[in-house]
């Protein structure tokens, strides 16, 4: 019966070309909406490696800071202190403004003998790692000790120390990022700092020295548990005594986190609204063009039905014909579809495009069951006493 | 060929030679029914159909002549009565059994041909098989056989749109014998051709009566024809008049 379909479908080949067409597309946009969904997912699933709940930012510009070093250091020691110094503020501590769930980007390529790589770039004090509950899988975090070594120490996630040493030791290994020298002192765990359906990406810590402390303008603030958002009209006021003649924002992180998360939902909506249109659009052309297919062939049912068909062979030879026809229009979209993995399109791993392909698959054919079992089903009601004496 | 009155002398003996009948309907009515009408289209018909009988249905237009050859064709169910084929009472039959049945005992052929243009002559020719257990090689050989006996052997990677009306009636004809039915159906088989077409037509019905004792029943409107058969029953308003 399969050979006999193939056949049918082949003699009828010009007929059939636009609703091959329709489903090839069909293919190809539920494999690109799989293929999102499925990297969403995968990346929801990493944890974040780093817990932010009660971390505040504090973002503050055009700051007025001593000239000299020294007076610089003195003056954000100052800030510390007073902020340690309120009820309800567990830690502090100055870094970059490249913080997690944040929009700003420090970025540059490291390289380990012929492995380069582009790696996020954060500063970071002693107290960084513990503030946010960060691990350290192997090495350490920096210390006091870090400041007098001629080489500057750096602690590499772990995903940059698969990148650059795989398998390997990294630790007391020298990386250049461009001519500067940087020795691995530690690995951390890969912290999602993009939000929860954004990848880890490669990233270091360098240590906040006094001269990144001048131009320093982020404050992270670790609440105590239970400390609610009318805290932050306090610590406000607070930070604005201290740090005077600045702008000051106070983020909190889980509100950081959801926008970023919005933001990275906006593709995904649209590629399902769109995809969403177009699926409905095939639905209803494959309900169509089956239907119109079985008023076409009253006839031919009629004699199938005449020479020995029963009602439920005619709905599955209708249904067959579409799955034929998907299945034809899926080979040709998987073809396509799996030039993605090969050719290393947007560096995605080869398991979520294989996943999407089998998505999309599955999809296309649980579609074309859907539009065919009704017209099939009506097919099988045709009378073939009636049918045979229409002409 | 042979002529007319050697024929129905010849068939008539054989006939008497054999008890049961093929087909048996009895006290058969049909009657359409739509919301402010009714149509009786058969009325109390009873008539057997001996094994091997070669026989003619004539009547006038909308007399029911197509309506007793479904209801014998087992595509449509009588309002009341009963019908037997081979021994079997139909009536009760499930859709997949009468199909099947069907399948194995029936075969027709029609006035318009009714071939499917999409499929090449062979594969046509194959249609009942596809819907029994057989292999495509089974079926190919079985139709390369039945066209040869239609005289059809060189069109079988024809389509249908490019044999005349005379070849696509004989592709029919093979179409209906290749499951060797004990019954060949023919609905009016030379209504759409020439004398001369037809003539070739109802020599093999003739034919596959005579050699293979297949039953035929065919309704026509030419008295010619009919009177080449063995019988020929006539109907008018549903009822049998002859």
């Known amino acids: 019966m399969l050979s006999h379909l193939f056949k049918l479908i082949w003699n009828k080949k010009k007929q059939n070309f636009l609703l091959l067409m329709e489903m090839f597309v069909s293919f190809l946009v539920m494999f690109a909406v799989f293929t999102l969904l499925v990297y969403y997912y995968k990346n929801f699933k990493v944890p974040h490696g780093f817990q932010y709940e009660n971390v505040w930012a504090v973002n503050y510009n055009d700051a007025v800071k001593p000239d000299r070093l020294d007076s610089v250091a003195l003056y954000m020691q100052t800030v510390r202190q007073t902020l340690l110094g309120v009820d309800g503020v567990q830690d502090i501590t100055f870094t970059s403004a490249n913080i997690p769930f944040s929009f700003t980007q420090n970025n540059n390529f490291v390289s380990y003998n012929k492995n380069k790589v582009l790696a996020n770039v954060y500063e970071a004090e002693d107290n960084y790692a513990s503030l946010f509950n960060l691990s350290v899988i192997s090495g350490r975090w920096f210390d006091k000790t870090d400041i007098a070594g001629q080489t500057n120490t750096i602690v590499i996630n772990n995903r940059l120390k698969e990148s650059l040493f795989g398998n390997d030791e990294a630790i007391g290994k020298t990386i250049l990022a461009g001519d500067e020298k940087l020795r691995v002192i530690g690995v951390s765990n890969d912290m999602k ?199 | 060929m042979l002529p007319t009155q050697m024929q129905e002398t010849s068939a008539t003996n054989r006939l008497q030679k054999k008890s049961t009948p093929m087909i048996s309907l009895k006290n058969i009515e049909k009657v359409y029914r739509t919301d402010t009408v009714e149509t009786q289209a058969l009325n109390n018909l009873n008539l057997n159909i001996g094994k091997g009988e070669f026989l003619s249905i004539m009547g006038p237009s909308g007399c029911g002549k197509s309506t007793l050859l479904n209801i014998m064709g087992l595509l449509d169910v009588p309002t009341s009565g009963e019908v037997r084929i081979d021994d079997n009472t139909t009536t009760n039959f499930p859709d997949k059994q009468l199909a099947a049945f069907r399948n194995r005992k029936i075969g027709f052929i029609f006035q318009s041909y009714h071939l499917i243009n999409d499929l090449k002559v062979l594969d046509n020719v194959e249609l009942p098989l596809l819907y029994r257990k057989s292999t495509g090689k089974e079926r190919s050989i079985l139709a390369a056989q039945a066209l040869e006996k239609v005289g059809l052997s060189n069109r079988m990677k024809h389509f249908p749109t490019q044999l005349s009306g005379g070849q696509k009636q004989r592709v029919a004809i093979a179409r209906a014998i290749v499951g060797q039915p004990e019954i060949i159906l023919a609905d009016e088989p030379t209504g759409n051709l020439d004398s001369n077409m037809g003539n070739e037509i109802m020599d093999i019905l003739l034919q596959l009566n005579r050699n293979d004792g297949t039953t035929i029943v065919m309704v026509t409107h030419d008295e010619q024809m009919a009177r080449k058969t063995h019988r020929l029953v006539r109907l008018f308003d549903g009822s049998q008049v002859l």
């Open chain 1, 193 to 391: 700092i993009d939000g929860d359906y954004q990848p880890t990406e490669n990233g270091f810590f360098r240590k906040l020295d006094t001269a990144g402390l001048k131009y320093n303008s982020t404050i992270l603030v670790k609440i105590r548990p239970g400390i609610d958002a009318s805290f932050e009209p306090k610590l406000f006021k607070v930070l604005n005594n201290v740090i005077r003649n600045a702008n000051i924002e106070i983020e909190h992180f889980t509100k950081k986190r959801e926008r970023k998360n919005t933001l990275s939902l906006v593709p995904m909506i649209l590629l399902s609204v769109v995809g969403g249109f177009l699926i409905i659009n095939v639905a209803l052309g494959l309900f169509g063009v089956l239907w119109y297919n079985i008023n076409k062939r009253r006839c031919e049912i009629g004699l199938r039905r005449a020479v020995g068909a029963s009602g439920s062979a005619i709905s599955w030879q209708l249904i067959g014909e579409a799955l034929v026809l998907s299945t034809l229009a899926i080979i040709l979209g998987s073809f396509f579809a799996v030039q993605f993995p090969l050719l290393n399109v947007f560096d995605l791993p080869a398991g979520v495009y294989l996943t999407a392909i089998a998505l999309a698959i599955a999809f296309i054919y649980g579609l074309v069951m859907i539009c065919a079992l009704y017209p099939g089903k009506q097919a099988a009601a045709i009378y073939p006493a009636v049918a045979l004496h229409e002409e």
